[in-house]
């Protein structure tokens, strides 16, 4: 039972400076979903660009798209998922991810595109297959399946192998059997017939590389980026990347229809 809380439960992690500067330029709000108060930002004007992060990350986390799709005339939105940032919470799942996401497609969509950061990726996709409407994704260092994030869970927690199995029960039952595919982007992305830049760093120690290359084969619409240098998180502030993100919106997300 302390494994399977253990597996909700998040972290939060203190807000940066830089992180702080990117937030007193935001238009701050607040939205109930599922009973949790959840923070969202908001800057600039035009056509939405949802910006989505990873676990133990934060909204403000992926501050370094902001100026870069501002001045592409978008204006960009992002939140913290139950349990971050300065929502509130100390667990949550795939589902609440996917409910703030589609709260917010409410009140701000249509989107021009859709930015996800690591476990971003899969809610992200997620979201779409249930309805979420944009023309065109990023999808950042993301896990392409459910049992590669379990592996890390238990490798770093060097769980024994009779607690992983029982672990994995566990999860069965309480999200339902198929959460193992409905968690997994590479069965979410099957059929999702967008624009995607898939962006990864080759030196990337938690998610391999491989990965990205595997979903940019199973996405009709899919490019590959792939970064050397910039791990898991300066990812989000290397201007190569923001800049190609941008840039990539830009050119597939202003498109009407």
Same mark, same amino acid.
């Given at each position: 039972?302390?494994m399977?809380?253990?597996?909700s439960?998040t972290?939060?992690?203190?807000?940066?400076q830089?992180?702080?500067?990117y937030?007193?330029?935001a238009?701050?709000?607040?939205?109930s979903?599922?009973?949790q108060?959840?923070?969202?930002?908001a800057?600039g004007?035009g056509?939405?660009?949802?910006l989505?992060?990873?676990?133990?990350?934060?909204?403000l986390q992926?501050?370094?798209?902001i100026?870069p799709?501002?001045?592409?005339?978008?204006?960009?939105?992002?939140?913290? @998922?139950?349990?971050?940032?300065?929502?509130?919470?100390?667990?949550?799942?795939?589902?609440?991810?996917?409910?703030?996401?589609?709260?917010?497609?409410?009140s701000?969509?249509?989107?021009?595109?859709?930015i996800?950061h690591?476990?971003?990726?899969?809610?992200?996709?997620?979201?779409v297959k249930?309805?979420?409407?944009?023309? @065109?994704?990023?999808?950042l260092?993301?896990p392409?399946n459910? @049992?590669?994030?379990?592996?890390l869970?238990t490798?770093?927690?060097?769980?024994?192998?009779?607690?992983?199995?029982?672990?994995?029960?566990?999860?069965?039952?309480?999200?339902g @059997?198929?959460?193992?595919?409905?968690a997994?982007?590479?069965?979410?992305?099957v059929?999702?017939?967008?624009?995607?830049?898939?962006?990864h760093d080759?030196?990337?120690?938690?998610?391999?590389?491989?990965?990205?290359?595997?979903?940019?084969?199973?996405?009709p619409?899919?490019?590959l980026?792939?970064?050397?240098?910039?791990?898991?998180?300066?990812?989000l502030?290397?201007?190569?990347?923001?800049?190609?993100?941008?840039?990539?919106?830009?050119?597939?997300?202003?498109?009407?229809?």
């Amino acid at each position: 039972t302390w494994m399977a809380s253990r597996w909700s439960a998040t972290k939060r992690y203190p807000i940066s400076q830089r992180q702080k500067n990117y937030a007193l330029h935001a238009l701050r709000g607040s939205l109930s979903v599922a009973g949790q108060s959840i923070a969202s930002y908001a800057w600039g004007q035009g056509p939405p660009v949802l910006l989505v992060h990873g676990w133990n990350g934060q909204g403000l986390q992926l501050g370094g798209f902001i100026d870069p799709l501002l001045k592409y005339g978008f204006r960009v939105i992002s939140f913290d @998922a139950p349990g971050h940032g300065y929502s509130t919470g100390k667990h949550t799942n795939i589902y609440d991810f996917v409910g703030v996401i589609k709260e917010l497609d409410r009140s701000f969509g249509p989107y021009a595109g859709i930015i996800a950061h690591s476990f971003g990726v899969p809610c992200t996709t997620l979201a779409v297959k249930l309805g979420v409407r944009t023309k @065109a994704l990023v999808l950042l260092s993301g896990p392409i399946n459910l @049992a590669t994030v379990f592996k890390l869970f238990t490798d770093y927690l060097d769980v024994p192998v009779k607690i992983r199995d029982l672990l994995r029960s566990k999860i069965s039952h309480q999200y339902g @059997a198929d959460i193992w595919q409905i968690a997994s982007v590479e069965h979410t992305a099957v059929g999702l017939n967008l624009p995607t830049l898939i962006v990864h760093d080759k030196n990337d120690r938690g998610l391999a590389w491989r990965q990205a290359e595997k979903l940019a084969g199973l996405m009709p619409q899919a490019e590959l980026k792939l970064t050397e240098g910039l791990g898991h998180h300066r990812i989000l502030i290397a201007s190569e990347v923001t800049q190609a993100a941008s840039e990539f919106i830009f050119r597939h997300g202003r498109k009407t229809g």
